[in-house]
C-alpha cells in the first residue's frame, strides 16, 4: 500500500489569539508523562487540570451544572473513531483529542460517571449540538461555511483530503478523474465528501449512516468504491490490505474541527489555547493512533475567532 499523506497544515500559531478568561492550575496541553509520572504510563492525553474556569461560556457552565461532559464521537472509523465490539474500548486520533478537551476543562476521561460518549450520525451532528445533546463534538467533523450558519468550530486540529478506497484487484479506478456513470460510490448521509462526488463526477451514488456499511457494501461488490476522508480510509484499508486499498490521490482538503454550541466564542477561544500550546500532546495522540500506519501528519493552526 503507498504511503498515505494528510495535506500539510500550517505551523502552529505562537501568538495572537484573544486573551482567555480560562485559567486553571492543571497541564492541559502536558505531554504524556510532565506530571511526573512515565511517559509508558501517564494517558496521552496528559494530566487532568483542576480548577478550571472559562468565564462567559455557556457550555463550561452547562457542563459544571450537570458535573459531567458528553461528547459527541464516531465509533465506526478505525485508527479515528472505533469501539472494538469486543472490549468496549473506544479508540482512535479523534477520541484522544476529546478526551484531551475533557482533561483540560478538569474532568477525568478515564472516568465514566465525568465523561460520557454518544455515537452521532454524520447527518444529526448540527441538531445534536443545537440541542444541547452533547457539550461538543469530535469526529471527522469537516469546518464549513454552511455548517457555521448552524453551529461554531473550533480548531481545526487536523487536516486531510478526500479520496477513494477500492477493491485491491480493481485497476479502473484510479481517481476521481476516473469515475463513470457506470460507477457506483457509496458514502454516508450528510457528509461533505458525498456532496462533493455529487457535484463534480456522473457517478451514481448510494448513501448509508455509516462508512462501515459502505465498506461491506464494497467488499460484497455491491458498490465500486467509498469515498470519504483519506484519514478514514486508511483505516478501512490498513485492517484489510489484501483485499482493499486507497485509489489515487486526494482531491479535497477537509479540515476537522470541534462542533461546539454557536457563538460560544469563550469555549472556542479555551480550545483553541489548548491546542495551540499542546503540539507536544497533539504528537503524542497522533503518533499513537496513526504514527504506525506509514502517515505523516502536521498539526495546522487554528482559524481566528469570530
Not at 479520496?163 to 461533505?192: F, P
Request: charged residues 25%; hydrophobic residues 35%; negative net charge.
Amino acid at each position: 500500500m503507498r504511503k498515505t499523506r494528510f495535506l500539510a497544515g500550517a505551523s502552529i500559531i505562537a501568538a495572537g489569539l484573544l486573551a482567555l478568561t480560562a485559567c486553571n492550575s492543571g497541564t492541559p496541553g502536558a505531554a504524556p508523562g510532565s506530571d511526573g509520572g512515565s511517559a509508558s504510563d501517564a494517558p496521552v492525553y496528559g494530566a487532568v487540570a483542576t480548577d478550571v474556569k472559562i468565564d462567559g461560556s455557556p457550555t463550561f457552565e452547562k457542563i459544571t451544572s450537570a458535573g459531567k461532559i458528553v461528547v459527541g464521537v464516531k465509533e465506526d472509523q478505525p485508527g479515528l473513531g472505533y469501539l472494538d465490539p469486543v472490549t468496549g474500548e473506544r479508540k482512535g486520533f479523534d477520541v484522544d483529542v476529546a478526551r484531551w478537551i475533557a482533561a483540560s476543562l478538569g474532568y477525568d476521561p478515564a472516568d465514566t460517571s465525568k465523561v460520557e460518549y454518544k455515537a452521532i450520525a454524520s447527518a444529526n451532528r448540527e441538531q445534536a449540538i443545537i440541542n444541547g445533546d452533547i457539550d461538543y463534538y469530535v469526529g471527522t467533523y469537516s469546518i464549513t461555511d454552511k455548517r457555521k450558519d448552524q453551529i461554531s468550530f473550533a480548531g481545526p486540529y487536523f487536516v486531510t483530503g478526500q479520496g477513494l478506497l477500492v477493491a485491491a484487484d480493481n485497476d479502473t479506478i484510479t481517481g476521481k478523474d476516473s469515475l463513470t456513470a457506470e460507477t457506483t460510490v457509496c458514502s454516508v448521509t450528510g457528509s461533505t465528501p458525498i456532496q462533493r462526488i455529487r457535484e463534480q463526477t456522473p457517478a451514481k451514488v448510494v448513501e448509508f449512516d455509516t462508512y462501515s456499511q459502505c465498506v461491506e457494501k464494497l467488499k460484497n461488490g455491491e458498490v465500486d468504491a467509498v469515498t470519504t476522508d483519506e484519514a478514514i480510509l486508511l483505516g478501512y484499508a490498513a485492517q484489510d490490505p489484501d483485499n482493499l486499498k486507497i485509489a489515487g490521490e486526494p482531491f479535497s482538503e477537509e479540515r476537522y474541527g470541534v462542533g461546539i454550541a454557536k457563538g460560544d466564542t469563550a469555549f472556542q477561544e479555551f480550545v483553541n489555547t489548548m491546542f495551540t500550546d499542546g503540539g507536544s500532546t497533539w504528537e503524542a495522540i497522533f503518533e499513537k493512533n496513526l504514527g504506525a500506519s506509514g502517515v505523516k501528519g502536521e498539526q495546522p493552526a487554528v482559524d481566528p475567532v469570530s
